[in-house]
């Protein structure tokens, strides 16, 4: 029993190391990311300027969808 215990905190331990990982993995590829966009931007101010749009414009399309269908959900209960 003492084995079996040892043997999860390991795992878990281990596996807390690798989200920290790829947390920091994930944070590095939006720090590029950024690196780029802001070298877009200022090189090509139009083209920076239509990638952000088009982001904005997904990501207000989505919460639109949800919000509309959450108001339609609790209004007349789909």
């Known amino acids: 029993m ?8 390991s795992f878990i331990e281990k596996m807390k190391a690798e989200a920290k990982e790829l947390g920091l993995d994930i944070e590095e590829k939006l720090d590029e990311a950024k690196d780029k966009w802001a070298e877009t931007a200022v090189s090509d101010p139009n083209t920076a300027r239509r990638q952000l749009r088009a982001f904005w ?3 207000g399309t989505v919460a639109g969808a949800l919000i509309g269908l ?3 959900y609790l ?4």
Not at 75 to 78: A, E, L, Q, T, V
């Open 2 to 9: 003492r084995t079996d215990q040892e043997a999860l905190e």
């Open 57 to 59: 414009g997904i990501v």
């Open 70 to 72: 959450g108001v339609g």
């Open 75 to 78: 209004m007349w209960g789909f």
